[in-house]
């Protein structure tokens, strides 16, 4: 019974025109492109880990600025300084020793990724050291930490408290009023310094690609990041031209949606590019140590001062690796800034439409073509939109995203093929019902019968001989041609009620007009024959044709 059910319901799927078929699909297929990609974003997925095997497998990369030299507090440095210091965190005079060393040098910024958010209530003459050398500093640049903005409403920091975190002079003609939730710097000559948040703001799934280089807050104010705030000072083109763009990005969009202001991280080609020079080396020098060869000298740099010992837990997984310390995505950021490297996603709209056109473009290929000639595009087409993406990812300036494209041309070709297995079965299966008057009509062509004939075929037959069926030798219900005699290769019959292959034959001929067709005559299929008996009846008179056919290309 269920069986019976199968191949009834497959048989009414299978008679369906293709027309309403590829229109139901295409609708069916754009449906689920717009709830995915604005609601569900099950495809996210899939694009974010093709978009990480893309950036690992780049080719080149922008070169790195030399200018960016990170003081590195690594696991060595850690060790060094236990014995004089305790675990971290240290006393802060030894990171004011360490600021006023290289403020002497005239570096370009000191960047610090390290928030002074609390009190040394065990050494309070560290705090106040660090903040006399804050306030000496002529070229640092000091870290907030922002917290989420649904708890804006219950903070009381506005920008007449941390002036230099906003966008200065460029956010609004007047002051800020609205709050802002962050986690401020403890020491007020380091909270009056330039200052910048250093959040990295992942993906769904936990993984950094993008950077947040400006905030809009509720009332318009705009605070920026701690890049911005070192690209402020170094280049203030740069910084124009960052605000420039984050000013034309609509502000509805970014209010419904936070990453509408973020930027896609344009990668260098490691997780470890930039010069490191150890903590404790720089340390023992500025403390009035001898001269280490190891510590490069600082003039005209952009030093960076973090920490990538992994006991700090000061890491997150990005495209290039798994456990990136935190200071290198910052440098990355700054180095992104200082040299104008935006790389422009396209919207979703567009990603939606682009797919849809796709879906869509197949449709209408396979309804004036055939469903078999989009064999090689099942492989072709989604490498190629791949492989557009990649190139891509080689500018500096767009990433062309077309994973959904990719994947829904795959899909829809699989659903494309499954249906033209299940036609295939349904009219060169089955013979068609005995009591109708049957009747064989041969043909012989001048080369083996393609996927193409038939689809032409099946199409004529479901729109004049709907009770008509294709006989063949070769023919298996599959979306190949197995060549098991190859003697008949060339052979076709048609069997259905002698009525319908009278009115059908010449439109049935006129279907595969690119082939040369010799025909027989219609024969006659003898009644009230058993299903076993009419389908030996059938592949008898079959074969009585074919031979006829072909006995004066032999004689």
């Known amino acids: 019974m269920a069986a019976a059910l199968e191949r009834a319901v497959l048989a009414r799927l299978a008679s369906w025109s293709d027309r309403r078929v590829l229109v139901g699909l295409v609708l069916a297929f754009s449906l689920w ?84 958010s609390d009190a040394d209530r065990l050494s309070p003459g560290g705090d106040a050291a660090m903040d006399q050398a804050a306030q000496r500093s002529k070229h640092s640049h000091f870290s907030v930490v922002r917290l989420p903005k649904v708890n804006d409403d219950k903070s009381d920091l506005q920008q007449k408290h941390l002036p230099s975190l906003w966008a200065q002079g460029r956010s609004a003609d007047s002051a800020s009023e609205a709050t802002v939730a962050l986690i401020p710097p403890v020491l007020p000559h380091v909270a009056a310094q330039p200052l910048g948040y250093n959040n990295g703001y992942v993906d769904h799934d936990g993984m950094l690609r993008r950077y947040r280089y400006f905030e809009r807050l509720k009332d318009g104010g705009i605070i920026q990041s701690l890049p911005m705030s070192v690209t402020q000072s170094v280049d203030p083109a740069a910084y124009d031209y960052w605000f420039a763009q984050f000013k034309e990005k609509p502000v509805q969009s970014r209010e419904h949606d936070d990453t509408q202001g973020d930027t896609l991280i344009h990668w260098r080609k490691t997780a470890t590019t930039y010069q490191r020079v150890n903590f404790a080396d720089v340390f023992e020098q500025a403390d009035g140590g001898t001269a280490n060869p190891k510590v490069p000298s600082m003039a005209g740099k952009i030093v960076i001062i973090g920490a990538t010992a992994p006991s700090l837990h000061d890491t997150h997984p990005t495209p290039l690796s798994g456990t990136q310390a935190g200071v290198e995505s910052l440098a990355t950021g700054i180095d992104n800034a200082l040299h104008r490297r935006a790389i422009w996603e396209l919207p979703k709209w567009a990603g939606a439409v682009m797919a849809i056109l796709m879906c869509a473009g197949i449709a209408w290929w396979s309804h004036h073509r055939s469903v078999s000639s989009l064999a090689p595009a099942m492989l072709v087409l989604p490498g190629v939109l791949l492989g557009i993406g990649f190139v891509s990812l080689h500018t500096e300036h767009v990433f062309i995203d077309l994973h959904l494209s990719a994947g829904l041309a795959v899909l829809f070709l699989a659903v494309l093929k499954f249906w033209y297995l299940m036609r295939k079965r349904h009219w060169c299966g089955d013979l068609p019902d005995p009591t109708k008057n049957l009747a064989v009509l041969t043909w012989e062509a001048d080369k083996t019968w393609g996927d193409d004939q038939l689809d032409r075929l099946m199409m004529c037959l479901q729109a004049q001989a709907p009770d008509c069926r294709l006989v063949s030798l070769d023919l298996t219900p599959s979306d190949q041609m197995a060549k098991r005699w190859r003697p008949f290769a060339t052979c076709l019959a048609i069997v259905g009620p002698a009525e319908q292959l009278q009115s059908a034959q010449a439109s049935l001929l006129q279907s595969v007009q690119s082939l040369k067709v010799r025909q027989g005559a219609i024969v006659q299929v003898p009644d009230g024959l058993t299903a076993l008996s009419l389908r030996r009846a059938v592949s008898h008179l079959a074969l009585q044709g074919w031979t006829r056919l072909q006995e004066p290309a032999s004689t």
């Open 33 to 116: 492109v717009i709830v995915d990609v604005f609601f569900l974003g099950v495809s996210g997925g899939i694009a974010q880990s093709t978009y990480d095997t893309m950036v690992r497998s780049r080719l080149t990369t922008a070169a790195h600025d030399e200018r960016i030299v990170i003081v590195d507090i690594d696991e060595a440095a850690l060790a060094r300084m236990a014995p004089e210091f305790g675990r971290w965190p240290w006393p802060r005079d030894t990171l004011a020793t360490v600021l006023d060393h290289i403020e002497s040098q005239q570096p370009a910024a000191v960047v610090w990724d390290i928030v002074f």
